[in-house]
């Protein structure tokens, strides 16, 4: 059988997974050196995903003169888009350390932690939203005690907790998946140095992949962003405190201003009364462009260029693309929410009309990534829209969507247009396709390579020397390129299909290349 039907059908794979170990050992079949690799349990059917941890989130921290539990509690809520699965809030004050973390897969930030704010009490504070592990934790260590919340990706986990391991007798939490919380091992390598500011810079030199975050001591609070920049981190003001965010936005509806925005590898020190740099910014730059396509919040804004203008203008270039084509929508539609501003973006240039087809009906509906469960993703996703058939009916629709990773939703979404009688169903992603799993963010929501509709494609079309043409197939003035958008256009049975471009992307953006981190439209790191 085919390499796809081996890894889609459990009964054409063995695999043994080894709990103690914690790894998954292939006996039958092998698809190359794959770090981010799902593998399929033979007996039942599991998605069991090996290390090179998902982890997603945002935070929130302050410094004030005052008790800053409330702010940090609406602070950290404000950065709910950025992840579904757990919260967190640590404080200092004069009862010391406090912390409390919970489950809001299905409760929002605000609800499960009103009880929290009434009890915590402080002038210090942090907080974040997690994608994965519980933080933030609290630690003990001949550095002293501190709290801490990290946003960031560890491929080397393995090697890097064998080296702790070597170093002398430790140990670390088993969660109940069987793995080492992340955030755990990053508060151990800061404890192997010297000073808390020694260890970050020896944890992100060591980490493999990317590292910011939040350290709440009795002191303070120290703040470091990434040492490629490739999340962000930003300093607020007002009179007698300081805060620090993941989401710029998130401090100005509490009072502050815009005070500093942290440089690639910068490490500040935060109190109510001053913002001390400890170590300088360097000059190399690779912030995610991802974030400005899809996770990015509208108001939110990265090295200064605002998410939701960035969308005009990423559809305005979309739509120049298409001038003088054959295609000739009656109404320009985004699929809610991210698509939406790059819809409005490429109805302002061409001059077709801006229409919501389809609404969402968000009152009671979570985010569709958040089960774990695919199926069910898929169902919550179609629950969620809710057609306006007069809008739909006997019309030639141009949709646009941020990005198309598996295909499912968005094939399913273009169905349901044609049965509401839809004549037509163009669609626009608002970035180059996706070709390569998330190295440093996993900002792409696959967990494997094969889970991207492109690189299932690609694999049919060349097998085993799929990995030696990716780069034609990033390439959009080659044969490989326009073959592989004319197979997706058919399966997904939509009338046209352009992709952004790249370098339209980038000039989108408005960032130099170099900059910014494109390693999942061109496999450049």
Aim: glycine residues 8%; contains cysteine.
């Amino acid at each position: 059988s085919s390499d796809l039907e081996k890894l889609y059908n459990p009964g054409k794979i063995v695999l043994h997974y080894n709990r103690t170990e914690r790894m998954c050992k292939e006996k039958l079949w092998k698809q190359g050196n794959r770090p981010n690799c799902i593998c399929v349990s033979y007996d039942k059917g599991e998605k069991i995903q090996k290390r090179g941890k998902r982890q997603m989130g945002g935070f929130f921290g302050v410094a004030s003169r005052k008790d800053c539990t409330l702010e940090l509690f609406y602070g950290v809520d404000y950065h709910s888009h950025l992840g579904t699965r757990r919260g967190g809030m640590a404080t200092y004050g004069a009862n010391g350390f406090s912390r409390a973390i919970h489950n809001i897969e299905n409760s929002p930030f605000r609800t499960k932690f009103e009880r929290d704010v009434e009890e915590m009490e402080g002038n210090l504070g942090i907080g974040c939203i997690s994608d994965y592990e519980p933080q933030p934790l609290l630690i003990q260590s001949h550095l002293g005690s501190f709290a801490i919340t990290t946003v960031g990706k560890i491929n080397n986990m393995d090697q890097l907790l064998k080296e702790v391991y070597g170093n002398g007798r430790t140990h670390f939490q088993e969660m109940s998946t069987g793995q080492i919380n992340a955030t755990e091992l990053a508060a151990s390598l800061i404890c192997s140095e010297k000073t808390i500011p020694e260890g970050i810079r020896h944890l992100q030199d060591v980490v493999d992949g990317s590292m910011t975050l939040l350290l709440l001591t009795k002191d303070g609070i120290y703040a470091a962003r990434d040492k490629k920049g490739r999340t962000p981190l930003v300093i607020g003001k007002k009179e007698g405190a300081y805060c620090a965010s993941f989401e710029n936005f998130a401090y100005l509806n509490l009072g502050y201003t815009d005070y500093h925005e942290l440089g690639p590898g910068e490490i500040d020190f935060i109190t109510p009364e001053s913002v001390e740099m400890l170590v300088p910014p360097q000059e190399e730059m690779k912030i995610c462009s991802f974030l400005w396509v899809y996770y990015g919040y509208p108001t939110a804004s990265y090295e200064g260029i605002n998410v939701e203008e960035m969308r005009y203008h990423c559809g305005a270039m979309l739509a120049k693309r298409d001038a003088g084509s054959n295609v000739h929508p009656d109404l320009i539609a985004g699929v809610p929410d991210s698509g939406i501003a790059h819809a409005i973006g490429y109805a302002n240039e061409s001059k077709v009309p801006f229409a919501r087809p389809f609404i969402k009906y968000t009152p009671t509906w979570p985010r569709s990534f958040m089960p774990t469960n695919q199926e069910q993703r898929n169902l919550i996703a179609r629950m969620k829209l809710i057609p306006v058939q007069a809008l739909i009916d006997q019309k030639k629709l141009l949709l646009i969507d941020d990005s198309i990773v598996r295909g499912t939703q968005l094939r399913e979404t273009t169905e349901f247009l044609y049965q509401s009688g839809a004549k037509e169903v163009h669609v626009r992603p608002a970035c180059p396709p996706l070709l390569y799993g998330c190295k440093f963010l996993n900002f792409s929501r696959s967990k494997s390579e094969l889970d991207l509709i492109t690189r299932r494609i690609i694999l049919e079309k060349e097998g085993e020397n799929a990995e030696k043409v990716l780069e034609e197939y990033a390439d959009p003035t080659s044969d490989r390129y326009e073959s592989m958008c004319q197979e997706i256009c058919r399966r997904q049975n939509f009338t046209s299909l352009r992709y952004h471009r790249l370098d339209d992307l980038v000039e989108s953006i408005g960032l130099p290349k170099c900059k910014m981190c494109t390693y999942c439209f061109d496999g450049k790191e």
